[in-house]
């Protein structure tokens, strides 16, 4: 494996100051876990839960070196950090399992060592003083953690395990069981008790109920539900010659159905799926608030699917008297299309309750230049590309936010508590939000430039968090 290959674990997702270098399991208990990793400097135990329970993988606590190892600098924002290096010195020592990095710390290396872990912290200080990398202690092998995962389906019936892995940062096998039902947790309990495993899976309230594709709805029919056409499109038809092009667009082999355009429109949604989860069934047709949508349930969704696009076509005939009378959009959720599929959207301008009214459906073409990527409070971007980021600017932009595990602050301010450059005041939106196009640039330190209104403010990684906003 090649350490500089920095992968991205389910549960690392829902914390995403972290990148982690996904391995695989590991055998012992939960006692020993809690004694090595608190012999070792790891870090504080906490919640360390009950041997005779399965707790699930969010709630594992992470492995961390003890406090006073860790400096303010260097601070790695992207993947400059010597990974590489430190894995051919790693390699050569005995008991090297693995390294991962840690967002909670600026980005460090932690380098697992099943022995002598104080001896490789002292040699770690000596041929990396002024890198950050960190030593911590485990209990198991990379041998152990391959034996362990490979034995997990047959220790179970067919299918009941969905997904395996391992979060090297906890020290813990995931084991992916679908719903997680008392029943279902039970099963893997029984089987799996005392062993340093954790549970992955789904709610089962949002597990979607067997049955059939309905027909109709509040409002609605089914026309046409076919795996054709193209995925991530939506259309409208008001007359019979737009249903015929509609049709023929989407793929549909049926023939054309009869409508009564007096009472009723035509939308077309062009839902997608991956191919290992194949059964979608679309349960209702949502208007809200100027936008029209399918409720698309996936009845595979406990099982893990795969993410390649595949289309399914859903027509339906809906009450004009339903719809929105001052024009709405149609997509295939409630939210914007993300960036690249924003072709799904077909807006439509005019009254289309009016009987019999011929009102045409715009689909939002992707333009010349394609949106920039967003990204989020929290969220990860690759250095030297642009990113669109929305700051919330009520008390000023001094503080961006967090990016790539790291919290920036403006290199240079006014003094004021509101800071906000009047270029950036002017193009601040009713609702107080400012979108900036943001630039990671590596270096020491690192800088990121937010650009607004022609104007660029730079800033840089932050020694403290940001303090609280009324």
Request: net charge negative; with cysteine; glycine share 8%.
């Amino acid at each position: 494996m090649n350490g500089a290959e920095v992968h991205r674990s389910a549960r690392e997702k829902a914390e995403p100051t972290r990148d982690t270098v996904r391995l695989i399991r590991m055998r012992k208990s939960w006692t020993a876990l809690a004694v090595i990793v608190a012999a070792c400097g790891g870090g504080e135990v906490i919640g360390v839960p009950d041997p005779a329970a399965l707790p699930l993988c969010a709630d594992i606590p992470v492995i961390f070196a003890a406090d006073d190892l860790y400096r303010d600098r260097p601070v790695y924002v992207a993947n400059e950090m010597p990974v590489e290096a430190v894995q051919a010195w790693a390699e050569s020592q005995s008991g090297f399992e693995t390294l991962w990095i840690d967002r909670d710390h600026n980005g460090w290396i932690t380098v697992a060592f099943s022995e002598d872990v104080e001896q490789r912290q002292a040699e770690i200080e000596q041929l990396f003083a002024d890198d950050g990398v960190v030593a911590v202690g485990v209990d198991w092998t990379m041998d152990d953690l391959v034996a362990l995962q490979e034995s997990l389906p047959a220790r179970f019936e067919p299918g009941f395990v969905q997904t395996t892995g391992i979060d090297v940062t906890a020290g813990v096998v995931s084991v992916g069981i679908g719903p997680l039902t008392p029943e279902r947790i039970a099963i893997a309990e029984a089987e799996l008790a005392g062993e340093p495993v954790c549970l992955e899976g789904i709610d089962p309230e949002l597990v979607p109920e067997p049955g059939p594709q309905p027909e109709t709805g509040d409002g609605w029919r089914l026309l046409a539900d076919e795996k054709t056409g193209h995925a991530y499109r939506t259309g409208l038809a008001t007359d019979d010659a737009d249903l015929r092009e509609l049709w023929r667009e989407a793929g549909i082999g049926a023939p054309v159905p009869d409508v009564n355009f007096e009472s009723e429109a035509v939308i077309w949604f062009g839902a997608v799926y991956g191919s290992s989860c194949p059964n979608l069934r679309m349960d209702d047709v949502v208007i809200d608030d100027g936008v029209v949508y399918p409720l698309i349930v996936n009845v595979d969704a406990p099982v893990a699917c795969t993410d390649d696009a595949n289309p399914h076509a859903y027509v339906v005939a809906v009450e004009r008297s339903a719809l929105p009378a001052e024009g709405f959009v149609i997509r295939l959720q409630v939210e914007e299309p993300p960036p690249g599929v924003v072709d799904q959207q077909t807006t439509v301008v005019g009254d289309v309750t009016i009987p019999g009214a011929h009102v045409r459906g715009v689909r939002d073409e992707l333009p010349d230049e394609p949106r920039l990527p967003s990204v989020e409070y929290g969220g990860t971007i690759e250095p030297g590309y642009p990113w669109a980021y929305e700051i919330y600017t009520h008390c000023g932009v001094e503080w961006l936010g967090e990016i790539n595990g790291v919290q920036w602050r403006a290199e240079t301010v006014d003094g004021s508590v509101d800071y906000l450059p009047e270029p950036w005041r002017k193009a601040v939106g009713d609702d107080q939000f400012l979108t900036v196009e943001i630039v990671l640039y590596e270096g020491d330190p690192p800088v990121l430039e937010a650009t607004a209104a022609g104007h660029t403010v730079r800033y840089l990684p932050a020694d403290a968090d940001p303090p609280g906003c009324d």
